[in-house]
């Protein structure tokens, strides 16, 4: 959808729910290559396509925030 729609709200969204399910189990690392064939795919010249990157990024490693806040334990 994020591509058919060129919508990067859905994009925000698949990245989010990557990070949800990296966090559940390891073995979903191989759907990140999708992450990133629609996001070149989806690709913008300019400054936009970097803080979209570090948004989705961000998305991505917000399921882990617990675990970076507290890494010693």
């Given at each position: 959808r994020a591509v058919e729609s060129r919508s990067y709200l859905w994009?925000?969204?698949a990245c989010l729910l990557?990070?949800?399910?990296l966090h559940a189990h390891p073995t979903t690392l191989p759907l990140g290559l999708?992450?990133?064939i629609v996001f070149l795919r989806m690709r913008t010249p300019g400054?936009?396509?970097a803080w979209n990157a570090v948004l989705c990024v961000a998305l991505i490693l917000l399921p882990f925030a617990p675990l970076l806040v507290d890494a010693p334990a």
């Open positions: 994009m925000y969204a990557f990070g949800f399910a999708l992450i990133g400054p936009r396509q």
